[in-house]
Each structure stands twice: as structure tokens, then as C-alpha cells.
């Protein structure tokens, strides 16, 4: 039902920003929240940050708390992650996700998310 495009990654130097994007299309409307994980090598994947899609409530891990925003334009079905501050640790895959459950956006385990995109590659080099 939902289908999901990530964009915008590459390489950036430790300190720099990235500015991810996703696009959304599908049901939408049926949404709860949307979020942000990912995944380096030889790790699970992670929780970094959900939104709620109407209410727009988020949660952020810590590890980028403060220095990541999440953020939707619900007229464009677009789900955003500014990093700024990267650090070499933050290199991974980024995925965005979707998911019709209410409370989902605190379920930071990735198997309780329905939809997910392709994934973009997030390099940050020291």
C-alpha cells in the first residue's frame, strides 16, 4: 500500500550535514507515524527518529538527539532527516519507514514497522 523512496545521501566530512528525503506514496492517509533507521555494517538495524504524521510528535534517539531533526510535509508526502554534526559513527544505511499503528512511534525495534524504503547510503568520513 505504502511505498517509500529514500534520497539524498552521499559522503560527508565529520562535522558537515546531510539533509535526507524520503517520498511517500501509497495510502498515506492510513499512516500513524513515520521514521528514520539504520543500519551499518555487521549491526542491526537501529532506531533514529519517528514523527507522528498528523500530530507530529517526535522522538529521537540519543545518540542523535540534538543534532538530527525529523520533520513531514504532509501535502507532499515527504519525510525529511536533517543531520548536521555528523560523526563517523552516524555512516550506515539509512531507511525510512511507515506504519499504521498507533504507538509506533515509540517502538524502536525495526521488525514493528510495516514499510520501508530502499534504503540510501550515509558515508561520514573522519
Known amino acids: 500500500q505504502v511505498q517509500l523512496v529514500e534520497s539524498g545521501g552521499g559522503l560527508a566530512q565529520a562535522g558537515g550535514s546531510l539533509r535526507l528525503s524520503c517520498a511517500a506514496s501509497?495510502?498515506?492517509?492510513?499512516?500513524?507515524?513515520v521514521g528514520w533507521f539504520r543500519q551499518a555494517p555487521g549491526k542491526e538495524r537501529e532506531f533514529v527518529a519517528t514523527i507522528t504524521w498528523s500530530g507530529g510528535t517526535t522522538y529521537y534517539a540519543d545518540s542523535v538527539k540534538g543534532r538530527f531533526t525529523i520533520s513531514r510535509d504532509n501535502a507532499k508526502n515527504m519525510i525529511y532527516l536533517q543531520m548536521n554534526s555528523l560523526k563517523p559513527e552516524d555512516t550506515a544505511v539509512y531507511y525510512c519507514a511507515a506504519d499504521a499503528t498507533r504507538g509506533v512511534n515509540y517502538q524502536t525495534d525495526s521488525k514493528f514497522w510495516a514499510s520501508w524504503g530502499q534504503g540510501t547510503q550515509v558515508t561520514v568520513s573522519s
Open positions: 501509497g495510502r498515506t492517509f492510513s499512516w500513524y507515524a
